[in-house]
């Protein structure tokens, strides 16, 4: 590929691929089909389509209300909703495998990656994980903000709590079937638990630096290089809070994440995790852009900025796709 295109045209010919997205819940509430163009929301296909987009996360968020008891039930059902979707979308693909993601590229199609935001969703279970993988999810969360059996949250911080006996069970079984875990969410001391048991590189599906935005949910520099050290990606986050303190956020201030994710980590740890529809959906509130089909204004910026083609590649998509391919294959 000619490194040298213009911005639209590369970001055309890039693997894009967004590590995050709340849509799933969105669109069960809302009962709208992701196959057509909608006011609702962030994503949808026509939206990813104009994005540019070849692979797109969607996250099975399992809501408090939910926790612990109906936490697989309510997992089932937003597979149920994902399943529900494929079928209405008929170029919207699942992604069970990197060659997925490469055949949608070359067909013209949209990969949808299935991933579950809090590991309450297994109840304790190994049986419920690999249950799970066999339904396609290939990527978890191991908490929301909270603590579980698995491991403390970032809203608990002060318990300084790593993984459990069940927890290290759990991320060992990920590394065996070949499941991404995810360690946006995490308490600190539960992330360095990660860093010290994990066989696997890891992933932060949507997280930004705290450097820049003192957010309890955002990455300290230690956790940055520890990620970059271990061949793992960090998806950059457009939700407002995540990107300047005072909420304002704006395009330039998310690729001011990137700039920095990139000087401390290496430009390998760095992609993209908007967490589109989980934020702003009820408010307006729309963060860095309007939706996902504003996606090819970030590759014009970081042209702009000087990055080279391959450093683009990487950060659009590239760095998750290696991550994706180590780990799941």
């Not at 590991?119 to 191991?142: I, K, P, S, T």
């Not at 860093?195 to 955002?218: M, Q, T, W, Y």
């Not at 996902?292 to 970030?298: D, E, K, M, N, R």
């Amino acid at each position: 590929m000619d490194l040298t295109l213009p911005p639209r045209e590369l970001h055309q010919r890039a693997i894009v691929i967004d590590g995050h997205c709340d849509t799933l819940l969105n669109t069960l509430s809302s009962r709208r089909d992701l196959a057509q163009r909608s006011q609702q929301g962030h994503v949808d296909l026509p939206r990813l389509r104009e994005g540019g987009v070849t692979c797109q996360f969607f996250a099975m968020y399992i809501e408090p209300q939910f926790k612990p008891a109906r936490a697989a039930r309510r997992t089932l059902q937003l597979l149920d909703e994902f399943y529900r979707q494929l079928a209405l979308a008929g170029d919207l693909v699942p992604a069970k495998s990197v060659q997925d993601i490469y055949d949608a590229k070359r067909q013209g199609k949209v990969a949808a990656l299935l991933s579950i935001e809090g590991g309450e969703a297994v109840e304790g279970d190994l049986a419920l994980l690999r249950m799970f993988y066999r339904l396609g999810v290939r990527a978890m969360g191991l908490t929301w903000n909270e603590r579980n059996d698995i491991a403390d949250g970032v809203g608990e911080q002060g318990a300084k709590g790593g993984l459990s006996q069940f927890g290290k069970a759990v991320v060992q079984e990920m590394n065996r079937l070949g499941m991404l875990v995810d360690v946006s969410h995490l308490s600190e001391a539960s992330f360095w638990s990660v860093v010290e048991h994990a066989a696997a590189p890891p992933i932060a599906s949507h997280s930004n630096a705290r450097a820049l935005a003192d957010h309890r949910r955002n990455l300290t520099d230690d956790q940055v290089r520890a990620l970059g050290k271990l061949g793992g990606v960090i998806g950059v986050v457009f939700a407002p809070h995540f990107v300047e303190s005072q909420g304002k956020a704006s395009l330039r201030g998310l690729v001011d994440h990137i700039d920095h994710l990139a000087a401390v980590g290496g430009i390998d740890c760095v992609g993209l995790g908007s967490d589109f529809d989980g934020y702003g959906v009820s408010s307006g509130q729309s963060g860095v852009m309007d939706d996902v089909s504003q996606f090819p204004l970030i590759t014009e910026e970081l042209v702009q900025r000087g990055y080279t083609g391959e450093q683009v590649l990487k950060v659009l998509g590239g760095n998750f796709l290696r991550v994706i391919q180590a780990v799941v294959g």
